[in-house]
């Protein structure tokens, strides 16, 4: 590592880091439960079959952990950092309290929790993480989700 | 579907392969119903500008190929909490997934029983563009 610390050099909006905007509310639907669902393959009656569902643990049909994935969110805040030429997702991390279900009216909340830069035998990686989460009609958060983007300069 | 209890458990358990091989047309129909709406993931010509070989498998999707793993095992009594995930390396269409956990840590934690897995995905030349931990509660037997 050098001695240097690389986030001097790099530009960002540090006034945005732990600013948690509403980005969006999203009525979990049986056709996008089991076209997701079904995108990925999902053979689980709990996803796909309302009448075992309804027989289920849950009373009714549930989404899928990763549904959050197909729900359309405004942007949300966007730290401008100037770095890099590509960008790529570098990890997830998903805490799941309890399952969505078909009926239930999601909303959802995002800040960008850090940003932060490593330098290895590569060259200078900048990370942004954003952490968003979810709450059901009940305002129970039901899902929590911090997602690392890596940039990086594939010129150097 | 099989339903799998706390007490079937042990150390090293391996759980799959659930084998996926995602093609264009499937992840163009994941992206369509999906927040990522970068044309890396639908437009040759744009994943080529950035360097990419061609499309790529959204992260997102390989992520839901392993949650599909973990509750396909879990099976209806038990229940996902959380999974950490890496993305190490591209995923392609035409790649042959094989999505795979071993149980590393299993304890009953304030009445919990819960299990901890390395979960991953595997590719055709064994390379884990995947990689990450989960959580799952299980039930016992009555």
Redesign the interface.
């Known amino acids: 590592m050098s001695s240097i610390d690389p986030m001097d050099s790099i530009e960002f909006d540090r006034s945005i880091i732990g600013v948690v905007h509403d980005v969006g509310y999203h009525e979990v639907t049986e056709e ?1 439960v089991i ?2 669902a079904n ?8 996803y796909l079959d309302k009448d075992a569902a309804n027989d ?2 849950y009373g009714s049909l549930i989404a ?3 549904y959050y ?5 405004e942007p949300g805040p966007d730290p401008k950092v100037k770095f890099g030429t ?1 960008g ?10 309890e ?1 969505m279900k078909v009926g239930d009216t999601i909303k959802a909340k995002a800040q960008v929790a850090r940003v932060y830069a490593k330098t290895g035998r590569t060259g200078t990686l900048v990370f942004t993480v954003r952490r968003t989460t979810y709450s059901n009609q009940h305002d129970r958060v039901v899902t929590m989700v911090e997602s690392s983007f890596v940039l990086r300069d ?1 010129s150097q | 579907m099989s339903q799998v209890y706390f007490e079937d458990i042990q150390l090293g358990d391996d759980i799959g392969p659930l084998v996926k091989e995602p093609t264009k047309e499937q992840i163009r129909s994941f992206v369509s119903l999906s927040e990522a709406s970068n044309s890396r993931f639908t437009s040759e010509e744009v994943a080529q500008s950035e360097g990419l070989r061609g499309i790529i498998v959204p992260g997102n999707m390989s992520m839901a190929f392993l949650t599909q793993l973990i509750t396909d095992w879990a099976g209806e009594k038990g229940q996902i909490t959380s999974l950490e995930v890496n993305f190490r390396r591209m995923v392609e269409p035409g790649d042959r997934l094989e999505c795979k956990a071993t149980v590393t840590d299993a304890e009953t934690v304030d009445g919990q029983n819960m299990v901890t897995l390395d979960a991953f995905i595997e590719n055709q030349k064994g390379e884990r563009p995947v990689q990450g931990t989960a959580k799952v509660i299980l039930s016992a037997k009555e």
């Open positions: 996008q076209g997701f995108a990925i393959g999902e053979t689980n009656p709990l289920g643990p899928p952990p990763a994935t197909s729900i359309r969110l590509t790529f997702n570098a990890s997830q991390h998903c805490e799941f309290y399952p594939m």
